[in-house]
């Protein structure tokens, strides 16, 4: 399993962007995804997880309301788009792969990981 994520950069406060993650796996299997993330000086934390069919979805308290998870399995991508971003969403962004969805929210839950995509908000 290979996940590459994308689509991070600097944004303005109050503005969006939409991360990716393309996910190189078997096609019959029905993996569960998540989101991380990482800011300066801090440890990992949970953002979002989804389920295969895409149905069930859980967030963290913070971004409640603001973030959205959603996947393509035509596409083996799986999104975040982010919403009303705040200057504490500045992290490095990381997509993160499960044989299949738990609703765990810890990282060594988490088989696979892509590279990382940096987001940074700016006030």
């Known amino acids: 399993v290979q996940l590459q994520a994308s689509g991070g950069g600097l944004v303005q406060a109050g503005g969006s962007l939409t991360l990716s993650c393309a996910v190189s796996v078997r096609t019959d299997s029905t993996y569960g995804m998540g989101w991380f993330r990482q800011a300066p000086g801090k440890e990992r934390e949970f953002v979002a997880t989804i389920n295969w069919r895409g149905e069930t979805t859980l967030y963290t308290d913070p971004v409640k309301g603001r973030f959205l998870i959603s996947r393509d399995n035509a596409k083996k991508t799986v999104y975040l788009q982010m919403n009303s971003l705040k200057p504490e969403d500045t992290a490095v962004y990381y997509c993160?792969?499960?044989?299949?969805?738990?609703?765990?929210?810890?990282?060594?839950?988490?088989?696979?990981w892509g590279q990382g995509t940096l987001v940074t908000v700016s006030s």
């Open positions: 993160a792969y499960r044989a299949y969805y738990s609703g765990r929210t810890t990282s060594d839950d988490y088989t696979y």
